[in-house]
């Protein structure tokens, strides 16, 4: 069987800058790490292989210097790692970034199913997952919280609000992976030295027979029109003092406004 | 042609009350946007009824997709049908509640149809040119972004909780459309069993009183603390997303875009700096207290009551007072 867990580099939590043009993230910048809620999607992958045979695809749409994230997925099981690099999917929102995931997807047929984290720590639309479906007229599952073969048929069981759902499909689908469903496997130490001699396929745009019109700023709908700080121009109190003093004089202030 | 639509979304036999909050949207934006408010549901014809009760919080048309198949949510059809009304009605704009369902279904309709998606929006404005303006906390740390769609309709989801339910209105003058489908597409998946999950409603979303904790009381034991106040004051706890991810509590208390919308008549955040991310669930507090070290810290700026100083000293020492007072 082959899967193809998609992975996104994300800036490390703390170290975003935003490009003051373009308003969109500055990822040369920042220091990227692993998007963590895809090494659950990745751990569902390699376990799936592990028990029914197959290889794993980690498949990520990032700058160059994001290879040594796809050798972590190497290092976490995974045995094919696909770098899709290209000025052309600079500044691509979910639309774009999931039409260009798609088409790698494409070449890499065949494929069982495609793996994917629920959301990115970064962006949080969870939106990626089922347009790249979309884009491939494939069904689409979010949220799985476990996933097995029977039959010739997929059994994924998913999320919702308040009630969870049992459901057969037939494969190839996109699925996305609720987080803290698993438990992902710390990095083999074999694999972490195997895969310093390895490099990652690297694909373009025009590898992939991306339409430019598609892909980037330019095949991106939505658009950030500009940034605001909101103001809170309101009536405050600033208490400052001693510990022992501005207690006091908040518990007044609480106590005439009958909130304690 | 034309017209603001909203997806309806069923929750057990009823309407998901995301719906009406996003009702409420709607006729907000009306005067700007002239629009006719238009949910869209999806369903068996039993379900008609139902559908048509939406009327009377101001839709002006209920959109009414009938077959006995959608007598469920299911990805790969439902969006079929939505993308097929879609391209035939041209509707201006379409939003969704951002739930489970939500965030399942508006991204398979806007991949299909090639459109633009704003996700988790908390609020909205019309520019001269008539466009819906999508507002959403952005990437850094305390900035808001407008967001414009190039495409139609303009799409965008909203959480569940952040903005109020539309009240019933006086006369209702919309109309139930019926649209009988002879058939529709099939679906590549079946459901076997559902299995009712324990509701864990956060008592943060209806607790009059929130304490929330952030980085700022650099340790666990400090955090736990809140505990301590929430039950003296008859609250709930509540936390930011660095302190659920250090563990330090369960990310059922998280409070923010990717956690819970609280309105409570006091809240009190120790040790936090109120990126946007945090304060957009924050915005239906009555009265909002800061306790940081930092008196530039956005969340002093936003308060009403601004406590400089270190907040794990504050706390124990604010619990102490309390517990004295109530004796
Ligand atoms: C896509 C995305 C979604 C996000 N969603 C959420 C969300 O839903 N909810 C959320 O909360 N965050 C969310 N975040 C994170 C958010 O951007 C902030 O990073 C986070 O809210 C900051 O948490 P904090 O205030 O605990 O920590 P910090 O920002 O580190 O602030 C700590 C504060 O404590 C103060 N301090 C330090 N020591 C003391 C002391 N001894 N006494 C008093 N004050 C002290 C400091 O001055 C500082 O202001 C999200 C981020 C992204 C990118």
Same mark, same amino acid.
């Given at each position: 069987?082959?899967? !193809? ?27 990227? !790490? ?20 197959? %290889? ?16 972590? *997925? ?13 000025? *052309? ?36 639309? *969870? ?17 799985? %919280? ?28 996109? !699925? ?13 130490? %074999? ?57 006091? %004089? ?9 909130? !304690? | ?83 097929? $009304? ?11 509640? $951002? ?30 040119? =008539?466009?819906?303006?999508? #507002? ?50 099939? /679906? ?58 250090? =563990?330090? #509590? ?5 409070? =923010?875009? /990717? ?59 604010? #619990? ?6 109530? =004796?």
């Amino acid at each position: 069987m082959h899967f !193809i867990v998609c992975l996104k580099p994300v800036p490390k939590p703390g170290a975003v800058k935003v490009d003051p043009e373009t308003h969109t993230l500055r990822r040369e910048s920042a220091e990227l !790490i692993l998007n963590p809620p895809d090494l659950y999607a990745l751990e569902m992958a390699v376990a799936l292989k592990e028990k029914h045979g197959g %290889k794993v695809t980690a498949l990520m749409m990032g700058p160059p210097n994001a290879a040594d994230l796809l050798r972590e *997925a190497y290092a976490l099981g995974a045995d094919e790692m696909v770098l899709l690099s290209d000025r *052309a999917f600079a500044g691509s929102d979910t639309l774009a970034t999931s039409y260009v995931l798609s088409q790698a997807i494409r070449k890499l047929e065949p494929y069982d199913l495609v793996l994917m984290g629920k959301a990115s720590i970064d962006g949080e639309t *969870a939106q990626v997952g089922p347009e790249t479906a979309a884009w491939l007229k494939q069904p689409s599952l979010t949220q799985v %919280k476990a996933l097995w073969p029977e039959d010739g048929l997929w059994v994924a069981v998913r999320f919702f609000e308040g009630f969870e759902e049992e459901v057969e499909f037939r494969g190839p689908a996109v !699925i996305t992976v609720e987080p803290e469903v698993n438990e992902p496997r710390p990095p083999s130490l %074999k694999r972490m030295l195997a895969v310093r001699a390895l490099e990652p396929r690297v694909l373009s745009a025009e590898d992939l027979d991306c339409n430019l019109e598609k892909t980037g700023l330019a095949g991106s709908p939505t658009q950030v029109l500009g940034v605001f700080t909101p103001s809170y121009d309101r009536e405050r109190e600033v208490l400052t003092g001693e510990a022992e003093e501005v207690v006091e %004089k908040l518990v007044s202030l609480l106590r005439t406004r009958g909130l !304690i | 042609m034309g017209g603001f639509w909203i997806y309806g979304q069923w929750q057990e036999g009823r309407f998901h009350p995301v719906v009406y909050e996003l009702l409420s949207v709607a006729r907000r934006l009306k005067p700007a946007l002239k629009e006719k408010i238009v949910v869209v549901v999806l369903g068996p014809e039993d379900r008609r009824e139902e559908a048509r009760e939406l009327l009377r919080y101001g839709a002006e048309e209920v959109l009414f997709f009938v077959h006995p198949d959608l007598g469920y949510f299911r990805d790969d059809l439902y969006s079929e049908v939505l993308s097929e $009304a879609v391209a035939e009605r041209k509707p201006a704009v379409f939003l969704f509640g $951002a739930t489970a369902e939500g965030q399942a279904l508006a991204p398979r309709v806007a991949g299909a149809l090639g459109l633009g998606l704003t996700a988790h929006c908390t609020a909205f404005e019309v520019d001269e040119e =008539g466009r819906l303006l999508q #507002i959403r906390p952005s990437f850094g740390e305390n900035i808001m972004a407008r967001i414009v769609s190039k495409t139609r309709p303009q799409m965008a989801t909203v959480k569940p909780g952040v903005f109020s339910k539309a009240e019933p209105v006086d006369e209702p003058e919309g109309v139930l459309e019926e649209v009988k489908l002879a058939a529709v597409p099939g /679906s590549a998946l079946r459901r076997r069993v559902v299995r009712t999950l324990p509701r864990k409603e956060s008592p943060l979303s209806r607790a009059r009183v929130v304490v929330a904790g952030g980085r700022g009381l650099l340790r666990r034991e400090n955090f736990d603390q809140l505990f301590e106040l929430a039950e003296l004051l008859g609250g709930a706890v509540g936390a930011t997303r660095p302190v659920c991810h250090l =563990g330090w #509590i369960s990310e059922d208390h998280m409070i =923010g875009v /990717s956690g819970e919308t609280v309105s409570p008549k006091l809240y009190i955040g120790f040790g936090i700096s109120g990126a946007l991310q945090h304060t957009v669930g924050i915005e239906g507090a009555e009265v909002v207290v800061a306790v940081n070290s930092d008196p530039e810290a956005p969340l002093m700026k936003r308060a009403d009551i601004a406590v400089v100083g270190d907040a794990t000293r504050i706390l124990p020492l604010l #619990i102490r007072r309390i517990r004295e007072l109530k =004796g």
